[in-house]
């Protein structure tokens, strides 16, 4: 079947009279897929993993008002970006960690609530750089620290696992990681100062305060887990 624009007739009048016939007919033709899709099969993204969808941006990027708005092309949101990575995760046995980290932003990114995430947590979906350097998913489970302080960054960094994502990248994610339940990782409240006020400062007490800092931390990371800087099968 082939259709065309009459003379005269807008975009929004052809797309409304034939809307029915790209859905029953599959009128959509994707040239990097060398196949035709109806608009409720396509999304308009770049990329997606989500199972029974098409990513249509990259083939029409000057079109999106027509598929978007004249054929109501779904576009990504909150729950089909946690779709997507819980596919990702799912289904794929090495899952591009970019694309991960790239999702988790995306998904940050609407302010989730507790439900929305719910999905995610019995998943291998966080990225943690090991102690040994070495970069891979890890379950919410597993044991990791996140580092929101830079002075905990000089110190900890290659001797525990940690969320891959620099401190102020962390302060950007609070959301989602408020959501996750992953407060309690930062290193500022697993090492939190004491207060004191002797009378008098001496320097060595700076060193024992950077130790005892260090205690903390490593106290959290084996209290009643596995090794911190193994991972978890």
Request: charged letters at 25%; glycine letters at 4%.
């Amino acid at each position: 079947m082939r259709l065309s624009i009459q003379l005269g007739e807008s975009v929004t009048d052809f797309a409304f009279t034939h809307s029915q016939s790209f859905e029953s007919d599959g009128l959509i033709y994707v040239p990097t897929r060398k196949q035709w899709f109806s608009p409720t099969s396509c999304m308009w993204t770049k990329s997606t993993r989500i199972a029974g969808k098409v990513a249509i941006a990259l083939d029409f990027p000057s079109l999106e008002d027509f598929f978007v708005r004249e054929l109501e092309v779904q576009e990504p949101d909150k729950s089909t970006c946690i779709k997507e990575l819980e596919t990702l995760c799912s289904v794929d046995s090495a899952p591009s960690i970019a694309q991960v980290k790239e999702l988790l932003w995306e998904i940050n990114s609407y302010e989730p609530s507790t439900s929305d995430v719910e999905v995610l947590k019995p998943l291998t979906f966080l990225p943690i750089r090991e102690a040994t350097g070495e970069l891979r998913l890890h379950n919410i489970k597993d044991v990791f620290v996140l580092f929101d302080r830079q002075g905990h960054t000089e110190t900890f960094q290659g001797k525990v696992a940690s969320l891959d994502f620099d401190i102020e990248d962390i302060r950007l994610l609070r959301p989602l990681i408020d959501v996750l339940g992953l407060t309690s990782r930062y290193t500022s409240k697993l090492a939190e100062e004491e207060s004191r006020a002797p009378d008098a400062v001496q320097e060595p007490s700076l060193s024992m305060d950077l130790r005892s800092r260090a205690y903390a931390i490593l106290r959290y990371l084996h209290r009643g887990k596995a090794a911190p800087f193994a991972r978890q099968s």
